[in-house]
């Protein structure tokens, strides 16, 4: 049984930072590419970060330089750091993992207020 919680979501003001986490169960996490994305009512899902299991990364432009996605293959965690966050930045953040399929956790609400 496959099973990812995204955790650390909450109410921040501009230029605040958050730290969410992903812990997964049911699958050989260190395997696994993991990837951050986020979705607002209204708006297309977008990829926010990706971690690849030979731990390279990439970010949707919107992000770059100020969130840092990071795994801890021992904790079968992924993190995503979020620094300066922007009232844009506001939305559902789910965390997927993929190799032979994919997988989706049930998302954490991040609210950045101006």
């Known amino acids: 049984q496959v099973q990812l919680v995204e955790s650390g979501g909450g109410l921040v003001q501009a230029g605040g930072s958050l730290r969410l986490s992903c812990i997964a169960s049911?699958?050989?996490?260190?395997?696994?590419?993991i990837a951050w994305y986020r979705q607002t009512p209204g708006k297309q899902r977008e990829l926010v970060a990706r971690?690849?299991?030979?731990?390279?990364?990439n970010y949707a432009d919107s992000v770059k330089g100020r969130f840092t996605i990071s795994r801890d293959n021992a904790k079968n965690t992924v993190y995503l750091q979020m620094n300066s966050l922007k009232p844009e930045d506001t939305a559902v953040y789910y965390c997927a993992a993929r190799r032979f399929k994919e997988y989706w956790g049930q998302g954490t609400q991040v609210t950045v207020s101006s």
């Open positions: 049911g699958i050989l996490f260190r395997l696994n590419d």
């Open positions: 971690i690849t299991s030979g731990s390279s990364t």
